[in-house]
Structure formats: structure tokens, C-alpha cells
């Protein structure tokens, strides 16, 4: 009897000795249950530790084409903007070109531009130029882009002008042919032709890209085929004002009857009734042929003016075409100022290139003081009125170029509130 007792008693205490394990298993399940906050940060790191931003936009900018189709192809895969069919494959990214998508071609080269910029018609007898592929791609990337929640800009070159002004110094003969005459070559650039009603429905001189969903100044892009300079009146509002003179010049240049272009015939100016904005926007000191910004030698002149162009225009990062460097993509003042003609044509012979710039916003926790972002950030929080939204930041600026080959050129990050 006292050995069953004892059995007994034994069952028991296994049975609750069982019992309390499992409770404690299942506590233990419970607490590893527990929601992780989405927002954890290191301790003294704004940086978050997880990969999940609220809000990213990839922007990739193109510089100067000049008649290339094959290049252009390349660089626009190289950035993964499209497929080996041509179609859009970057989501919700934006793609900006800065112009000068015309002229040249492949039959020139970096002599020949170094030695005086100054080719001549019988010069350009046997160049090749893919205006109509080129403006076609770009067309239907535009459609395909919006259809897909990205966004293509396409920025007025200066070559872009001179075409519509009959300025066809650059106009190889191959490419005249292309179009079959150079009557029906003018009809397409002109209001009625495709490529005309192309630029004046979606091309413009200037444009400002945001980099947040916020209404925020100073999270903006200015991008211009030639520099910015920053005394130059017509510049405010920005981009509303110098895109809207640069729509009237184009628009009067390419009304017809259009004046026979130059060569063959004589040059035939700007039109006779160009308003002095107009003037002045196409002019030496315009955007779509001042150089100051890539050819100032003075380093703290450049971000002086980048500064200044800052204030005025709302933006954080100035960035235009139009003077080639063929080795690189150019960055000045900390990458506030960067020139992305990297003479892509073979008419150049430069190197194949394209600019990404990937900005994310990442959630951090409540008791995240604004003390955590360098005081560089400090000039972009904005002063409106609570509710507020605060976030950190990170933005990065990278040169693209072939086999792979990345440039770290600027890394930004902070906390900023909206």
C-alpha cells in the first residue's frame, strides 16, 4: 500500500512538473509573438537597421545623345530603364534627359570637336543620325512609363532649338534622307509634324523634380540642358516662367510657313517678332547654352552661384548637360552642382554614362529628437504648421557607367519632418 501511495505521488508531481513546462514554453511563444517596431534604430545612428523604406523614387538622368540610337540603347540598359526589347522595366522610376537628342551623329569624333567645334557641311556627307528612332523611343518610353507609375522629362537642348530656327549646321545628309526630302524633314519639326507637336506637348527648357510625395522646398532637382545662371531674371517662378518662354519661342519657330533651313539657304535668325525674354533665354547667357557652371574654374565662384541658385529656385542639387567631359560625369560643391554630358555619341567617342539618384525615407521612432540629423538637414525641415511627419532620410548620387562600374558621388542623410 505504501509503494502504490508512493507511485502515486510520483504521477502527480511529473504530471505538474509537465504542466508548468508547457506554460512556460507557451509564455515564452507569447512574448517572441510580440510585434517588432518597424522603425528601430541603432543607438546613436539615425540609420534604420531593417530595408524597408516608406517612400523611395529612383531618378535616372541621361545627358547629351546627338543621333545615337545604338549608345543610347546601351546607356538606358546599363541604368536598367529598359529591356533587351526596348520596353520600360523601371517601374516608378523617372527618367530625364537634358536634350540634344538631334545632330551630329556617328560619323564625327572628339578631334574633330576639340580642334574648333566647327564642322562643315560636305564634313557631314557620311554621318549617320537617328533623329526619327530616337524621338520614337523616347515617345513611347514616355507612355510606357506613366502607364507603369514612373515618368519620363525631356529637356530642350540647345540643338533641339536650333533645328526648330532652321539652324541645320549639325544635320547630317544621311539624316535629311532619312525623312525623305528636306521639305518633309521640316514639315515633322514643324506645329503640324509629329516630332514638333512632340516638343511642345512634352518638352520643356527647365525642369523641377521632386524627391518626396511632400510639398516640400529644397526636396527638388533642377535639371537644364545648359547651366543655370543665377543672375538670370527669368529664371522665378521656377520652372513655370523660363518654361513657358521657351514654349513661345519654339512654338513661333516652328509655326509655318517655316523660313528654308541653313545650309543650304541663308541662316534665317530667331523669329522677327522673339520678345527680349525670348531673346535672352536662347541667348549666350540662356539655358540652353551658358556653360559657367562646368567651365568656372573657381571652385567656391560655382558653389557660390549653386547656393544662389538654391534660394531662388527651391531645389538641392543643380544638374545639366551641354559641355561634354568624356572621361566622366562631373560633380561640383559636394554634388550640388553636376554636369552629365559625358559625350555619349560616337560622335564624341566619349564614355557610356547615366546619373541615379535614390532617395528613401524610413520611419523613426516617436522619441527621435531632431538633434539625431546633421546640421546640413537642419536647412531642409519645413516650418509648417502641426501635424508634422519626421522621417530619416537617405539620399545617394551615383555616375553609372559600363561593365558594371559605379561612382559613390554624393551620400546624404538625416532626420527631416514635413
Not at 516608378?92 to 566647327?118: C, P, S, W, Y
Not at 531662388?312 to 545639366?320: D, E, H, Q, S
Request: hydrophobic share 35%; aromatic share 8%.
Amino acid at each position: 500500500m505504501a509503494g502504490n501511495r508512493q507511485l502515486s505521488l510520483l504521477l502527480v508531481l511529473a504530471t505538474l512538473g509537465a504542466a508548468l513546462i508547457l506554460y512556460r514554453l507557451a509564455s515564452i511563444g507569447e512574448r517572441h509573438a510580440k510585434p517588432v517596431p518597424s522603425s528601430r534604430r541603432r543607438p546613436g545612428n539615425s540609420s534604420p537597421i531593417h530595408d524597408a523604406p516608406v517612400w523611395r523614387k529612383r531618378i535616372v538622368a541621361v545627358g547629351d545623345l546627338h543621333g545615337d540610337l545604338s549608345n543610347a540603347r546601351t546607356v538606358l540598359r546599363m541604368a536598367n530603364i529598359i529591356d533587351g526589347n526596348d520596353r520600360w522595366i523601371a517601374g516608378n522610376a523617372t527618367l530625364v534627359q537634358t536634350g540634344d537628342i538631334v545632330d551630329r551623329g556617328t560619323g564625327m569624333n572628339k578631334e574633330r570637336f576639340e580642334r574648333g567645334h566647327q564642322p562643315i557641311w560636305a564634313s557631314l556627307r557620311s554621318c549617320v543620325t537617328d533623329t526619327i528612332a530616337l524621338y520614337r523611343l523616347f515617345q513611347r518610353l514616355r507612355d510606357e512609363a506613366r502607364a507603369d507609375g514612373g515618368d519620363l522629362y525631356s529637356i530642350l537642348g540647345n540643338h533641339e532649338m536650333m533645328n526648330a530656327l532652321g539652324d541645320w549646321r549639325y544635320v547630317t545628309q544621311p539624316d535629311i534622307e532619312t525623312f525623305g526630302s528636306l521639305n518633309n524633314r521640316q514639315d515633322a519639326l514643324s506645329e503640324e509634324g509629329w516630332i514638333g507637336q512632340e516638343w511642345l506637348a512634352n518638352y520643356t527648357v527647365t525642369a523641377r523634380v521632386p524627391l518626396t510625395p511632400y510639398d516640400s522646398p529644397y526636396h527638388h532637382l533642377a535639371f537644364s540642358h545648359g547651366s543655370l545662371r543665377p543672375d538670370l531674371d527669368l529664371l522665378t517662378p521656377f520652372p513655370s516662367n523660363p518654361n513657358a518662354i521657351g514654349h513661345s519661342l519654339l512654338a513661333k519657330a516652328i509655326h509655318k510657313p517655316m523660313p528654308k533651313p541653313y545650309p543650304p539657304y541663308p541662316y534665317p535668325g530667331v523669329p522677327k517678332d522673339a520678345t527680349q525674354d525670348e531673346l535672352t533665354i536662347y541667348g549666350e547667357n540662356g539655358v540652353m547654352w551658358w556653360r559657367g557652371l562646368a567651365t568656372e574654374d573657381n571652385e567656391a565662384k560655382v558653389c557660390e552661384w549653386a547656393k544662389t541658385l538654391q534660394n531662388r529656385l527651391g531645389v538641392r542639387r543643380i544638374i545639366g548637360g551641354h559641355t561634354p567631359n568624356f572621361e566622366e560625369i562631373v560633380s561640383r560643391c559636394n554634388g550640388e552642382v553636376i554636369i552629365i554630358d559625358t559625350g555619349i555619341s560616337k560622335a564624341y567617342g566619349g564614355v557610356l554614362s547615366a546619373l541615379e539618384i535614390v532617395y528613401s525615407l524610413y520611419e523613426v521612432e516617436a522619441s527621435s529628437s531632431r538633434d539625431a540629423g546633421d546640421s546640413a538637414q537642419e536647412l531642409m525641415i519645413s516650418t509648417e504648421a502641426q501635424p508634422r511627419l519626421q522621417f530619416n532620410e537617405v539620399e545617394e548620387v551615383t555616375a553609372m557607367y559600363r561593365s558594371d562600374k559605379r561612382v559613390l558621388l554624393d551620400r546624404r542623410s538625416g532626420i527631416v519632418t514635413f
